[in-house]
């Protein structure tokens, strides 16, 4: 009994032991925090991954792909069709994708999806990662005008009207461009246009054509105002639609004129007639361009960070990949960019570009012309629930001959990245751990101190009959105590951190000036947290063992003083 | 009238270590208390006597000798049963009054018997122990102090709080060391009156050092320690304690 009530009574009246356990409680709300942060942010990204990648992707191992999808997904169900909730069939290959900016062609590499976007969107998080479906807001993050295309919309391969007015302005413009610059060629090179549209010397302008260059600026800074609230440099963009668009109309009248240069013989330019008959009709590929692909900041010169687009929906790139004849041959045709796919992960941002499943098999010769049938690389299953994947995955595996096909879990697919991932937070937490050992430390020289200041007491206990054990009992709950008071307070002050974490970064922001957490960096628009119950009982647990660990060592020495040595102690 | 004596000690030898030095404190020393006696101790400072009184209490143990309780030895115990005798059969009081800072007056009473019941057992029997040590505390007088730290109390305060605690484990030998030491004459001698009053109302054994010849002369016997020997017993014929003997003897004493 006296054990608590004296061990309740230094809690009480020793302050210094309450200092000592200011750094447990730091300790512990750091690591809170921290974990809870990157818990935050390791699991959005882990959703990321996991709705563009599928549950359980079945992929071919031969890049030509697989004949007959259909047969391939009723083997599918038949092996696991409890477990299976969605199939999307797909064609995954790498590629690449050119369009010119600021007069330059710029080429990148890409992977290049077909993809079937009703199913597609059944299997993972496509409608949240296309932009058409989110709210617009301009670079200061203030709301612009809603989401163009509701939830429940099936992604589809049409421009939204937004979009298409821009490609005819665009259209319009390049007419009227190439008028202006046929009839002044021989002044004015067409790569690199002496006009600065946005202030325009007007004088040099009127010696080309007066009427009909006045028209085509007026035309031209319309379009410059009205397409592109994200783009920077007016300039520039007004410079590149020009160059562009005049590249884009080369490329509608190569494919008119069947002498499109990058067209290879053996691609179908079936809808080629239709484009001559509207400059501003789309072509038959059109893709989800990831955002990572031609989007960049840009600090203008009042150091304000802005996006600029090379690309707008509504524009047309040109794609470049390998057919699955034989050979493999190159394969080059133009597309319409109809949305920007954007998931937060720049690998996947900067990488994918999702197209029209049945105009890439065309272009890529996977229609059988005897048959009509179509192959596929890949398969996209959704589970039902996704704790089951390894029973299917084995289930596939049994099923299909070893090979033909890989069949993985997205986690599977992407080990080398979550397990990093995972060992960064171990060692941060390890590190973590450390300040609460530090703290341990000091509760150890505190509680020494105690002791010492405690000699008397100890051996007036002692004298009363207290057993060695007794004494230590004092000190080791002591320790307890403290280590619960201070990581119970850690925990509260964690939590409350967590809880308004966002407040407090709009606070710091305030007032140091500089944006903490810039959510064009992270893609994130409020920091993610996630608090797991079990971290914060592990953190608190060992916190309170520390707490007890360090104040073994001085209940062990208070517990052997002699109580003669300790009633003489002054 | 007990032919034994209720505690003893044997030829106890006893030394302390200061560095390399080996400083003798008891060079055999035997003594022997019966029951319901008042034994004042003497001597000078260093001459052993509270030595003597801490291994007659069990706070230290003897190199050489031992120490018996009612014919029994008690000073090779284990140590557990040492912290239990201490708790149970002897009650001390110090020259500071040894009370705990942290406890009130009340709480500091009964510290003896939270260290004797576990938590439960305290608890259940807490009324019954907190009027015992209420009664024991008006006894003392000091009702009107019962929530006070010891910092609170004035020294006699502090000392009678003292006798209190050392009296609720119901002892049966009394140890006081220096009880007046540190208090006025006048406190003094009311502190010594109530250990004589426990000590013929109670029959409670009674073992006092002290430095103080005239207030050692309040006993049944004085025995006087120096440089670690028994130097001699005022009344070695005595045949107990209270004969009218040895309180002449002490009256005698106190006058001369």
């Known amino acids: 009994m006296y054990k608590l009530l004296l061990c309740q009574r230094y809690l009480r009246t020793r302050y210094i032991a309450l200092a000592s356990i200011i750094s447990v409680t730091l300790g512990v709300a750091t690591m809170i925090v921290v974990n809870s942060v990157m818990a935050g942010f390791s699991t959005q990204m882990k959703e990321r991954i996991h709705g563009i990648l599928a549950d359980v992707v079945c992929e071919s191992v031969n890049l030509d792909g697989h004949p007959n999808p259909e047969e391939l997904m009723a083997r599918i169900r038949a092996v696991a069709g409890d477990n299976i909730e ?21 080429t990148r590499p890409i992977q290049l999806i077909g993809i079937d976007p009703e199913s597609k969107a059944q299997v993972g998080t496509l409608v949240d990662n296309l932009e058409n479906y989110q709210e617009v807001r301009d670079d200061d993050g203030k709301f612009v005008r809603a989401a163009a295309r509701k939830r429940g919309e099936v992604p589809n391969w049409e421009l939204i009207d937004e979009h298409m007015e821009y490609r005819r302005r665009r259209a319009e413009q390049q007419r009227i461009f190439d008028d202006t610059m046929m009839d002044s060629a021989h002044e004015v090179p067409l790569e690199e246009p002496a006009v600065n549209p946005h202030n325009p010397p007007p004088e040099e302008e009127a010696e080309i054509n007066p009427a009909k260059t006045a028209k085509a600026l007026q035309v031209l800074q319309a379009g410059a105002e009205q397409t592109v609230t994200a783009e920077l440099p007016k300039p520039e963009v007004a410079a590149e639609a020009v160059t562009d668009a005049a590249h884009h109309d080369e490329l509608v009248q190569g494919a008119e004129a069947g002498v499109n240069p990058f067209d290879q013989p053996g691609v179908p330019v079936t809808e080629a007639p239709v484009v001559a008959a509207d400059p501003a ?9 990831g955002a990572g692909l031609f989007r960049f900041p840009y600090k203008d010169a009042d150091g304000k960070v802005r996006m600029v687009n090379m690309v707008l929906p509504g524009d047309d790139v040109t794609i470049s990949t390998v057919n699955a004849g034989r050979p493999p041959k190159a394969v080059h045709f133009p597309a319409t960019v109809v949305d920007v796919f954007k998931s937060g992960m720049s690998e996947y941002d ?3 570009v999702f197209m029209n499943l049945a105009q890439l098999q065309e272009y890529r010769v996977m229609v059988d012309p005897s048959t009509g049938e179509r192959s596929i690389t890949t398969i996209q299953i959704r589970l039902k629930d996704f704790s089951k994947s390894k029973e299917v995955v084995e289930q596939l595996r049994a099923a299909f001959p070893p090979g033909h096909f890989t069949v993985r879990t997205w986690e599977q697919k992407q080990g080398p990245l979550l397990a990093a991932v995972s060992v960064e937070t171990a060692i941060l937490n390890v590190l973590l751990f450390l300040i609460i050992a530090v703290a341990g430390f000091g509760i150890l020289a505190i509680f020494f101190m105690i002791v010492v200041e405690k000699t008397r007491d100890i051996g007036i ?43 407090i970064e709009a606070l710091l922001t305030k007032v140091t000036g500089i944006e903490v957490f810039d959510e064009r960096i992270y893609y994130f628009p409020s920091i993610p947290t996630h608090v797991d ?34 009633l003489r102690y002054e | 009238m007990p032919t034994s004596p209720h505690v003893a000690a044997v030829a106890v030898e006893k030394s302390y270590r200061k560095g390399e030095h080996k400083i003798p404190v008891l060079r055999g020393v035997d003594i022997q208390v019966h029951r319901s006696e008042f034994v004042s101790i003497v001597g000078a400072s260093g001459s052993g006597k509270s030595t003597l ?20 030895r008690i000073d090779d115990l284990p140590t557990r049963s040492r912290d239990e005798l201490r708790n149970r059969v002897f009650g001390f009081i110090f020259q500071f009054y040894h009370l705990l800072p942290e406890l009130n007056l009340l709480e500091n009473v009964l510290s003896p018997l939270m260290i004797r019941y576990s938590t439960w057992q305290y608890w259940k029997h807490r009324r019954e122990m907190q009027d015992k040590a209420k009664h024991l505390i008006e006894r003392v007088g000091l009702s009107h102090r019962l929530t006070h730290k010891p910092r609170e109390l004035s020294g006699g305060e502090m000392q009678r709080a003292a006798i209190a605690r050392a009296l609720i484990s119901d002892p049966e030998i009394l140890l006081a060391d220096e009880p007046t030491g540190n208090l006025d004459a006048r406190t003094g001698r009311e502190i010594l009156d109530v250990l004589k009053q426990l000590n013929e109302q109670n029959d409670l054994t009674i073992i006092m050092v002290t430095h103080d010849e005239r207030i050692a002369q309040q006993a049944d016997r004085v025995v006087r320690l120096d440089e670690g020997r028994l130097e001699a017993f005022r009344d070695l014929e005595l045949a107990g304690p209270h004969s009218g003997e040895s309180l002449r003897l002490g009256e005698k004493l106190r006058v001369g």
């Not at chain 1, 009709?281 to 361009?289: F, G, I």
């Not at chain 1, 007794?470 to 850690?490: D, E, P, Q, R």
């Not at chain 1, 971290?535 to 517990?559: D, E, N, T």
């Open chain 1, 281 to 289: 009709a789309l072509n038959p590929a059109r893709v989800y361009l």
């Open chain 1, 350 to 352: 900067s990488n994918l």
């Open chain 2, 53 to 72: 009184m801490h291994l007659l209490g069990l706070l230290d143990v003897p190199d050489v000798g031992e120490v018996t309780l009612g014919g029994q």
């Open chain 1, 533 to 566: 119950v079990s971290m914060v009982i592990w953190v608190a647990v060992g916190a309170v063992f520390i707490a007890v660990l360090a104040s073994i060592l001085p209940a062990r020495r208070a517990s052997m003083l002699h109580p003669v040595q300790a």
């Open chain 1, 86 to 106: 969605a199939m999307s069939p797909t064609v995954e290959v790498y590629g690449m994708l050119s369009f010119k900016y600021l007069g330059q062609w710029i």
């Open chain 1, 461 to 503: 206990l002692k004298a009363l009959g207290a057993h060695a054990s007794g004494v230590m009992a004092i000190f080791l709950s002591y320790g307890l105590g403290l280590g619960i008071v201070g990581a119970g307070a850690g925990v509260v002050l964690g939590l409350l951190f967590v809880w308004r974490i966002n407040d």
